[in-house]
T-cell receptor, first 114, second 113 residues
Framework: GENVEQHPSTLSVQEGDSAVIKCTYS??????FPWYKQELGKGPQLIID?????GEKKDQRIAVTLNKTAKHFSLHITETQPEDSAVYFC?????????????FGSGTQLTVLP | DTGVSQDPRHKITKRGQNVTFRCDPI?????LYWYRQTLGQGPEFLTY????????KSRLLSDRFSAERPKGSFSTLEIQRTEQGDSAMYLC???????????FGPGTRLTVL
């Protein structure tokens, strides 16, 4: 089955700096890659996603890049703010009948220092 | 959209007891997913419904676990004869038919003593 590895497990940055989180996946059939933000005591919240027919996607301060050949994708957060502090998860998914079973990475605890 | 809701938010039970959780998906979302998340890990897929039909089950879903979605709206997840290893956050997500995006609920945190 699919395996997703995520690095780093913890990341501390100064407010205003950029943060980069990287993930690799194993199944070349995967074609959908969402990123979720999870705050303490809450469920994961989708922040951005990318499909395999696109190499990069941006949404304000957040961007995701995808390298299908190398099977890795990255999350970039610019101009970080204290409210960006949370656990971030990458995930990968391939079509399986009508389902979209997500395989998640192990998460990155991002701390933005004021 | 009012979002995915789950009830209860927290459940403490003794080993050997049965527990049941409820998930109400976003209205008009006919796909519903259950995931389990242990401390420090990402969510792991348990099972999936398309309307009322349970179409996929993970090997993580032992015989003590059963999920239903009788009318294609809300879903329940029951764990029988709970074990300490069942302690985790149980997350529900829903999506539209043909859509990739899964919207997660706040989860039910289960503690088995």
């Amino acid at each position: 089955g699919e395996n997703v590895e995520q690095h780093p497990s913890t990341l501390s940055v100064q407010e205003g700096d950029s943060a980069v989180i990287k993930c690799t996946y194993s199944d070349s059939a995967s074609n959908y890659f969402p990123w979720y933000k999870q705050e303490l005591g809450k469920g994961p919240q989708l922040i951005i996603d990318i499909r395999s027919n696109v190499g990069e996607k941006k949404d304000q301060r957040i961007a995701v890049t995808l390298n299908k050949t190398a099977k890795h994708f990255s999350l970039h957060i610019t101009e970080t703010q204290p409210e960006d502090s949370a656990v971030y998860f990458c995930a990968a998914s391939k079509p399986s009948g009508s389902a979209r079973q997500l395989t998640f990475g192990s998460g990155t605890q991002l701390t933005v220092l004021p | 959209d009012t979002g995915v809701s789950q009830d209860p938010r927290h459940k403490i039970t003794k080993r050997g007891q049965n527990v049941t959780f409820r998930c109400d998906p976003i209205s008009e979302h006919n796909r519903l997913y259950w995931y389990r998340q242990t401390l420090g890990q990402g969510p792991e897929f348990l099972t999936y419904f398309q309307n009322e039909a349970q179409l996929e089950k993970s090997r993580l879903l032992s015989d003590r676990f059963s999920a239903e979605r009788p009318k294609g709206s809300f879903s329940t997840l029951e764990i029988q004869r709970t074990e300490q290893g069942d302690s985790a956050m149980y997350l529900c997500a829903s999506s539209r038919s043909g859509g990739d995006t899964q919207y997660f609920g706040p989860g039910t945190r289960l503690t088995v003593l």
